[in-house]
């Protein structure tokens, strides 16, 4: 069974920083583009930021210029560092491995949460 395991999460004041790791298998991470998203409570999961095999980002809007995303291909482990966050941050991270083409696959972590309050 396929597992990702997060940690990083917690509670941060705005302004604040935090940095989530997810760390897997190597024959998955070797394999997968993979990426961090989140849910914030009521609303659908969006999102956030994702990185492919050869270290093309993409971020959401609301992440630019705040979130960087990095993976360790060494460590078989992705990083969200997170700077100046904001209450509508507020949400459980997902980090996800992905595979589309003649094998296909969505691993999903189990989730951590990140809230933004004073």
């Known amino acids: 069974q396929v597992q990702l395991v997060e940690s990083g999460g917690g509670l941060v004041q705005p302004g604040g920083s935090l940095r989530l790791s997810c760390a897997t298998s190597r024959s998955i991470f070797s394999s997968s583009a993979v990426g961090w998203y989140r849910q914030a409570p009521g609303k659908q999961r969006e999102s956030v930021a994702t990185?492919?095999?050869?270290?093309?980002?993409n971020y959401a809007d609301s992440a630019k210029g705040r979130f960087t995303i990095s993976r360790d291909n060494a460590k078989n482990t992705m990083y969200l560092q997170m700077n100046s966050l904001k209450p509508e941050d507020t949400a459980v991270y997902y980090c996800?491995?992905?595979?589309?083409?003649?094998?296909?696959?969505?691993?999903w972590g189990q989730g951590t949460q990140v809230t933004v309050s004073s």
């Open positions: 996800n491995a992905r595979r589309r083409g003649f094998v296909n696959y969505d691993y």
């Open positions: 990185i492919s095999r050869d270290g093309s980002t």
